[in-house]
């Protein structure tokens, strides 16, 4: 959300949070994560800084891919304007009230109009890769779709049945990750940065039996075989489909 509207928000003192809640962040349940919104919002306002919280549900997958290259990749997409719809209205809806803290637009429909031509326009991709240089990164790895590091081994997960999707478990798809090297159990691990997932089904699709659920990126067949086995359990199918579930839950 910064990267679509630093400079049009620049001299502002405030912040807006993405206080995330459900099965796949810490803060499992609303009470929990209104409580942790609620504490930073009044550490911000004790320093004279102007801070908003949003909370976001994590109780399904946000966007397709999980893991630190692929994740990425993905906002690199999104900021090319091809990125999946609910990371892209999480990331218009937190820098929506980072424009409202700068007092521009008079409306949201006027704040999301210039949001998408900062998109549309290749000025906030611009800026990202700017970010990336100013930080002593390689622009080009991020501006080239093969900069990045990738896995040796992509496995397809297909689906054992069809019917829509009625729940993507985000724990334990986060679990999967974890388990194929994308994260840290003690701080001497290394981190495997091309590891994860991919393409994953989004709830509410309807999937036949022997289309794909997600792709697996490993390193190592072994790993291949243990993330397959709990990634099928993190599917769940039902014969109609699901009611939408809202993106955004709550704001402090």
């Known amino acids: 959300a910064s990267i679509l509207c630093k400079k049009l928000a620049a001299g502002v003192n405030g912040l807006v949070l993405d206080v995330k809640c459900g099965t796949g962040s810490f803060m499992k349940t609303m009470d929990e994560a209104r409580e942790l919104a609620r504490t930073m919002v009044a550490v911000g306002t004790g320093a ?66 210039v949001l998408f031509e900062a998109l549309s326009s290749g000025r906030a991709f611009e800026r990202f890769l700017r970010m990336v240089e100013l930080q002593g990164g390689d622009p080009d790895c991020v501006d080239s779709r093969d900069g990045l590091p990738s896995s040796p081994i992509v496995d397809v997960l297909a689906s054992d049945e069809s019917g829509y999707l009625s729940s993507v478990d985000a724990e334990k798809v986060g679990r999967v990750a974890f388990l194929l090297g994308s994260g840290r159990a003690r701080r001497e691990d290394e981190i495997d940065f091309s590891v994860g997932l991919s393409d994953l089904r989004q709830v509410g699709a309807l999937v036949e039996k022997g289309e794909p659920l997600a792709k697996i990126h490993a390193n190592s067949s072994e790993g291949v075989l243990e993330a397959r086995q709990l990634l099928e359990s993190a599917f769940q199918f039902s014969d109609c489909s699901p009611n939408e579930a809202p993106l955004i839950l709550d704001m402090i």
């Open 48 to 113: 004279n800084c102007r801070v908003e919280a949003l909370v976001t549900n994590m109780n399904l997958p946000l966007g397709r891919n999980v893991g630190n290259a692929l994740e990425v990749q993905e906002a690199v997409r999104t900021l090319r304007g091809e990125g999946p719809t609910d990371l892209l209205e999480i990331t218009l809806s937190l820098a929506n009230r980072m424009l409202t803290m700068a007092g521009k637009g008079r409306d949201d429909d006027e704040r999301r109009d």
